[in-house]
């Protein structure tokens, strides 16, 4: 029976816990509850409502960290009070964030690791903007300094994750973005194609979040080169190396995509994907000092000193940033190398035992020369009772979030499937979801849906979004 009036009834700390006033009362869901409640019956309300969620590390539809080993874990409750943006208080934890920057300057070939610059972030896509933010002031004291126009910044990509579009629109820069072609990645030619005298760069992805491809940087950087010598435009590349980053220096360190290209001014990168940090971290490394504009630096006087800042948070935690240098130490790069060529290997299990059901083209099958550890496919020409939307729900069954998700333009036409093979998948782990998936085919074949689902009815994580209010809208 449901007690109707909490105000009456007198805890007992004896009591067993689901007899306590919080578990035989409705949870307040609109209004500030009026009285204190014992913690362990709080935590256990709590607790329980989390069952809901998806279990982590099942979810191949993310590219962010679900395990991590016990020392992280103790790290980041060792920091959980510490804000790392109040470097007087916190100087070692500073400290800490300065060498992690150096490391990865030294990592993507800055030609001075040591004085260039840098910061941590919450996430990739802070870290994005903030690139996209120096290379808009760049591009502007150049078009000062030569007496042109700086009102009308564009900035040209390919397809992209959300936070590009969300960038363009928040700092009021034009998007200039390349349709989807068949091989699913901006050419060199099409980035030539967007570019003009306001483009302020363009954005290279190492590692996109449709299909997980590498976009090819060198080759981009080299036709920029030669756009140059034409016609004495000088543009700059960012590279978003959300997820690529920390995967092609360790499996694939051939690829020159970084800051070996004089072309590429910055890199963002995720600390909290393949970088393997909790979820939190990101990095922006600057090729030198001076390509980040010091009109953007504030020196802020904050609890007894000042200290220079470029970062659109204030006040975050220091832990990810303290278990990320733990990372860096424990694994270096030999340790990153066995640990992402793991991952690749997975994938390639995967791939392969996609693939062996004979009903699926393979997109991308997860080579690292190509991409980051993930497998892509889509449906065979042949007819099928079923599509990948209603595949991804009857995968959900079992627990797995294998999203299904329509490509960008022009190739909206095309449905695909994607897995992230994360640190923590294992070759185990793969056996299972393919046996699920083995299952999840006969299902369907056998007891074929009425209707397909449909984009809009099943889950689905592309990583892209649709704005609230269209951009003619906003610009009208």
């Known amino acids: 029976m449901t007690r109707t009036d909490p105000d009456v009834v007198v805890d007992n700390e004896m009591d067993d816990i689901f007899a306590s006033t919080p578990m035989t009362t409705r949870a307040p869901k609109t209004h500030f509850p ?9 935590y256990q309300l709590v607790k329980d409502e989390l069952m809901l969620d998806g ?31 109040d470097k007087d208080e916190y100087p070692q934890t500073a400290e800490l964030e300065t060498r ?39 591009w502007k004291a150049r078009r000062q300094a030569d007496g042109k126009d700086a009102s009308r910044p564009n900035l040209v990509c390919g397809p992209v994750q959300v936070c590009w ?60 080169d030669d756009l140059q010598q034409r016609t004495g435009l000088d543009i700059d590349i960012h590279v978003d190396a959300a997820s690529g980053g920390f995967v092609a220096p360790f499996c694939a360190p051939d690829i020159r ?33 001076a390509d980040l504009p010091e009109e953007l630096i504030f020196n802020v006087n904050y609890l ?26 424990r694994l270096g790069k030999e340790g990153y190398r066995k640990v992402q060529s793991a991952t690749y290997a997975v994938a390639n299990h995967l791939s392969t ?37 209603d595949l991804a729900e009857e995968l959900r069954t079992r627990g797995w979030l294998v999203p299904a998700y329509t490509l960008p333009p022009n190739q909206e036409a095309v449905t695909v499937q994607r897995i992230i093979v994360r640190h923590g998948l294992s070759i185990d782990m793969a056996d299972l979801l393919l046996a699920d998936l083995g299952n999840a085919i006969t299902k ?23 704005a609230a209010v269209p951009s003619e809208l906003v610009h009208s």
Not at 58 to 85: G, H, Y
Not at 188 to 210: M, S, Y
Request: with cysteine; proline share 6%; aromatic share 10%.
């Open 100 to 138: 992690c920057i150096h490391m990865l300057a030294d990592l993507f070939h800055s030609p001075d690791a040591a004085t260039t610059i840098g910061t941590s972030t919450t996430g990739s896509s802070e870290a994005a903007m903030l690139g996209g933010l120096a290379a808009k002031w760049r």
């Open 257 to 289: 995509w970084d800051f070996r290209l004089p072309r590429v001014k910055s890199v963002n990168v995720s600390g909290h994907k393949t970088g393997l940090a909790p979820l939190g971290s990101g990095w922006v490394i600057w090729r030198q000092a």
């Open 353 to 389: 035992g996609i693939q062996n059901t004979g009903r699926f083209d393979i997109v991308f099958d997860g080579n690292p020369q190509e991409g980051i550890p993930a497998v892509t496919w889509k449906l065979t020409g042949e007819a099928s009772s079923f599509n990948l939307f």
């Open 55 to 85: 279990v982590a590390r099942m979810n191949l539809a993310t590219f962010c960290t679900t395990w991590v080993e016990p020392e992280v874990r103790q790290l980041m409750d060792d920091s959980l009070d510490k804000n790392i943006i």
């Open 444 to 466: 369907l074949d056998n007891r074929p849906p009425s209707r397909p689902l449909t984009a809009a009815e099943a889950p689905s994580f592309s990583h892209t979004g649709t």
């Open 34 to 42: 009026e009285h204190e409640q014992e913690p362990r019956d709080v």
């Open 165 to 224: 579009e969300k960038f363009a629109r928040y700092f009021d820069i034009e998007l200039r973005q390349a349709p989807m072609n068949a091989g699913n990645i901006m050419t060199p030619a099409e980035a030539l194609a967007l570019c003009d005298e306001n483009t302020i760069a363009v954005v290279v992805t190492f590692g996109q979040t449709f299909t997980g491809k590498f976009e090819d940087v060198d080759a981009i950087s080299a036709a920029l």
């Open 304 to 329: 007894g000193g000042s200290m220079p800042t470029f970062n659109l948070n204030f006040s975050r935690p220091g832990g990810q940033v303290v278990a990320s240098y733990y990372n860096f130490l």
